[in-house]
């Protein structure tokens, strides 16, 4: 690190980063989805991003709610964007 940059960390001066293309960003996306809590449910949820060629990176389903037997499935995909044209 040089001084300068030195000087500009220790001051909290933030320099220009150069921008990257939408090809060179990953990023991870959350997909949340109500289900019904019964046998069955997850399977077609998580075979549907398969078919489209993304990895569920986690999933994460909240307890489910007494009155209407409802969850939260949360589900965590890394994929690279692909911008097509």
């Known amino acids: 690190m040089s001084r300068k940059e030195a ?23 959350y ?22 060629d993304l990895t569920i990176a986690a999933a994460n389903q909240t307890e489910a709610n007494a009155h209407d037997q409802s969850a939260e499935l949360v589900m965590r995909a890394s994929s690279f964007l692909r911008v097509e044209g």
């Open 31 to 52: 997909v949340p989805v109500a289900v019904r809590d019964q046998p069955g449910v997850l399977a077609p949820i998580t075979r549907s991003p398969g078919d489209h």
């Open 7 to 29: 000087a500009s960390a220790r001051t909290g001066i933030l320099r220009p980063h150069p921008r990257r293309g939408m090809h060179d960003v990953e990023t991870r996306y």
